[in-house]
Nanobody
């Protein structure tokens, strides 16, 4: 069993930065693939970024490449999403997710068994 709690969301101006954190509790955190997803009002849940347990493999949706960085600290059972050069279109609720084993794609929400409650990110123009 894994429990996830996101934090670090808030209101920032366009061009600003935020760092989201996802604290995990439960067994064998270091073996999980971790992902970030987001959902804006009226939109489908969207993949943002993912990182394998080793931290060597990362994946991003094209719209955030070069601006967002996913990382993890296994010793602290925490995954981060550093968000720079934020745009109004980044406004959404951001969710942390964990997958014990990815079968097909790190970008597929169905691969993730555990989810946090989300943290709101609002970017003003």
């Amino acid at each position: 069993q894994v429990q996830l709690v996101e934090s670090g969301g808030g209101l920032v101006q366009a061009g600003g930065s935020l760092r989201l954190s996802c604290a995990a509790s439960g067994r064998t955190f270091s073996y999980y693939t971790m992902g970030w997803f987001r959902q804006a009002p009226g939109n489908e849940r969207e993949f943002v970024a993912a990182i394998r347990w080793s931290g060597e493999s990362t994946y991003y949706v094209d719209s955030v490449k070069g601006r967002f960085t996913i990382s993890r600290d296994n010793a602290k059972s925490t995954v981060f999403l550093q968000m720079n050069s934020l745009k109004p279109e980044d406004t959404a609720v951001y969710y942390c997710a964990a997958s014990w084993h990815v079968n097909y794609s790190d970008r597929d929400a169905n691969e993730y068994a555990y989810w946090g409650q989300g943290t709101q990110v609002t970017v003003s123009s």
